[in-house]
């Protein structure tokens, strides 16, 4: 057994009990596995559960298996299971396949990262809590959660009968990193008389937000923002024009619902950013790092 395993002493809230670190990262399967440990440990004079083997890998039907009978565990920086201690506590990378370089984020994924950056959603957050805020079904804010956390812009902790959300970054460099994963917001442009403007359309969007929080000034034909998934039913019956002319409004189309995001007259600032990285007039580009020098971090 010495060839397998190594005990360690250790104390934990003046309470004694004991590391058994596996050698070999060839561990029999499950039941045999327990044998062993249960052998070593009325050896070392412990009750089971006092016991916790530490070991690099352990797929997921040994973790699983262990946690039925009741074998704590522990995967340094990985995994933890050792109730014992007085709680079930893990964190575990997601398994799946890591975000590529050049792959963006689904909209749904942008739009939470965003509200986590401008505070909107404080983290650390349960997963299931980023459902209500932005109007996701449970397994779409599951679905976000692994994107995050695939792409390694959040990490992951469980706790429990509850997964967290969290990160060791402050959220500017947060920020910088997701860069390469965000995305232009707005999928279409149109223009419309102003009279005729969607109630949706609210939001200013665009230079004429830009110029609402800089000293940019505005253009002479003002841009609003909505949903594309609801221009269907509101711009059903609109005439849309083709070049800017007097008495129309811009309308941009925006992937997600820009409302979500906002706390007032204007979309919120970091998706504006990413509206508007993409221009080459000087004078709008100086007004977004305005913007940029303000932003909540």
């Not at 704590?72 to 893990?90: D, E, N, R, S």
């Not at 050049?102 to 980023?130: C, F």
């Not at 792409?151 to 509850?162: A, K």
Request: proline share 9%.
């Amino acid at each position: 057994m010495t060839a397998l395993y190594r005990p360690y002493a250790i104390s934990v809230g003046g309470q004694a009990l004991c590391a058994i670190e596996a050698l070999t990262p060839d561990l029999p399967p499950p039941g045999r596995l327990l044998k062993q440990l249960r052998r070593l440990t009325e050896s070392l004079q412990h009750e089971p559960g006092d016991c916790c083997l530490v070991t690099q890998h352990l797929d997921a039907y040994s973790r699983r298996r262990l946690v039925e009978l009741k074998q704590p565990f522990c995967l340094p920086g990985q995994q933890l299971y050792w109730p014992a201690l007085g709680t079930v506590q893990t964190r575990i990378r997601e398994l799946g396949r890591p975000a590529q370089p050049g792959e963006h984020l689904s909209p749904a994924a942008q739009q939470v990262l965003l509200a986590i950056l401008l505070r909107r959603i404080v983290l650390p957050s349960a997963i299931t809590a980023l459902a209500e805020p932005l109007g996701l079904s449970p397994i779409s804010a599951s679905r976000v959660a692994a994107e995050l956390i695939n792409s390694g812009l959040l990490q992951v902790e469980d706790e429990g009968r509850h997964r967290w959300l969290y990160s060791d970054q402050p959220l500017a460099a947060i920020w910088a990193q997701a860069q390469p994963f965000l995305r232009n917001p707005i999928m279409r442009l149109l223009r419309v008389r102003v009279t005729q403007r969607p109630p949706q359309a609210r939001l200013l969007a665009g230079e004429t937000a830009l110029a609402e929080q800089t000293m940019l000034l505005g253009p002479p034909i003002p841009t609003y923002a909505m949903a594309h998934r609801n221009w269907r039913h509101a711009g059903r019956d609109l005439e849309t024009i083709a070049h800017d002319d007097d008495g129309l409004c811009r309308i941009e189309l925006w992937r997600y619902p820009p409302e979500r995001l906002s706390e007032g007259p204007c979309v919120d600032p970091l998706s504006l950013v990413l509206s508007l990285r993409a221009q080459t007039d000087e004078r709008v580009q100086q007004a977004v790092s305005e913007l940029c020098g303000r932003l909540p971090w």
